[in-house]
């Protein structure tokens, strides 16, 4: 779905995004607007589908990218001024603020609800972002960086297939795919393209893992032909059963089918047809065995002794006697026994039966729920120290690789007390601080009084934008949109949003 922006009358209207922001509200000029992403469950399950593996299938969480939706050529920053909060500060607790932890801890440790945001992009590219959960009504709120939800560079609606995947780790989805319902945005970030509102905040649906569901058995074609996750099973038939499978099928077929097998009996050497055999056996069952399995063996099932070197001497664990002799040769010596068997040709007769699993997914909770969520926070005066993560993973613009975007890193230290503008990209008042990290780490959230032990903290910002102050082509400076009330605004909206399950 595309969005469209019209004329009318001297003002802006837009459709899906804009005309629901503006539907059934007293304000004229609403801060907040919003568009539908997976508008119901089958649309949820779709995307869902695509981006987990099924079947040993191609991982598209693997494959994706960091997005990178500013130019390469690094936008240039120039600090000014300071920032004048439209209101009093405000504060939202974190989800599981009330418990309490005795231990002090010392090390960072990332916020478990820390992770990335996947989706495809206009292009038809597999891309990500960083996110976060955050505190919500239905315990359902993912915040981001705007350009992580909507293509703002073309105009476009939000991103197509857009999840959201706490702690993830190497193409791994510990805590489920949250797969996003709605998301919320300002006013002038989605028509204006104002990146001083680079935020957006989106309702998820109970996340899912594969696992669950009821298998149902199918024809063979039918299971040929389905994507999800399927299995079969072999089951033992009589010989009756096969032989009517058989007549009905015109021969063998996945109903029916048979396998040759030879079993072997042991017998003594004067029974009539007795076959005789040798095996290789341990030095003390050999030294058990009677003479008359011991002797008359030809090659290559006489006794005998091979040399070998140390390591092999080290490695073996075969049947075979190690000994290091006299000299300090390092010695195997394999010895064989003979008996007779009486052999039996046997047929044994299956059946194999196809199964496909429709409810191949499974709901594991509210995103809230299973991994927390961090406050808000809005109006908070400059200065403070802060705690940035992110997923940070393209090269800095001389070509250096700092970061791989497989694991999340953090940073930290105080935001600038001056604005951050950009007229390039329409930046005229975001927040700075001092960061090595590079693209991939846009959307991740920068925390204000962050708790090591409860892994807690409020959330005050997002990354945005990446600067290189001193003009070394190695980034320096990271910044994002500075959250007023009408950044409150719109989170208020989106937090009082319901969501559900998208499986039974």
Known sequence: ????????????????????????????????????????????????????TVNNATNNLAKATPYTWETKATPTLNASGGYTPDGKPGVVNPIGEEKKVAAKVKNINF??????????????????????????????????????????????????????????????????????????????????????????????????????????AVTKSEYDASTGAKFSKDTAITEAEYKKAVDLNGGETADAWAKAETISDPVGPDYPGAVKVFEEVTKEAYDAAPDGQKNGAKAPWKTFTESVTKAQYDAYTGKGYRKIDAKGNYTITHTFVKYWVKQTAVKSYFKTTFYIVDGFLKDVGRLGEVVGGQGFTWNQKTGQTVMAFGYP????????????????????????????????????????????????????????????AKRLGYVNGVTSLFGDQDKNNRYDLITSPYFDGETADIYKKAAAVWSGSIVK
């Open 393 to 452: 993973a393209d090269a800095h613009p001389d070509g250096n690789k700092a970061y791989t975007g497989v694991t999340p890193k953090w940073t930290y230290g105080k935001t600038s007390g001056k604005v951050y503008v950009s007229a390039a990209e329409k930046v005229e008042e975001h927040v700075g601080l001092k960061s090595s990290f590079t693209p991939g780490a846009d959307g991740g959230p920068w925390l204000v009084k962050y708790s090591n």
């Open 111 to 216: 916020p478990k609800n820390l992770g990335k945001v996947f989706f495809v992009d206009s292009e038809g590219a597999l891309k990500w972002c960083s996110g976060v959960s955050i505190q919500s009504s239905y315990r359902n709120l993912v915040a981001t960086a705007g350009h992580c939800v909507y293509d703002d560079k073309k105009n476009a609606s939000v991103m197509d297939n857009w999840v959201f995947v706490p702690s993830y780790y190497q193409g791994k989805d510990p805590y489920g795919v949250y797969v996003g319902k709605q998301a919320y945005t300002h006013y002038d970030y989605s028509v204006f393209n104002d990146r001083d509102r680079d935020y957006a905040f989106v309702t998820v649906y109970n996340g899912i893992q594969i696992g669950g569901g009821t298998p149902k």
């Open 1 to 52: 779905m595309k969005r469209i922006l019209l004329p009318a009358g001297g003002a802006i209207l837009a459709t899906g995004l804009l005309a629901a922001g503006l539907a059934g509200t007293a304000n004229a000029n609403p801060n907040w607007a919003y568009d539908t992403m997976a508008k119901d469950a089958p649309a949820a399950i779709d995307v869902a589908k695509f981006w987990l």
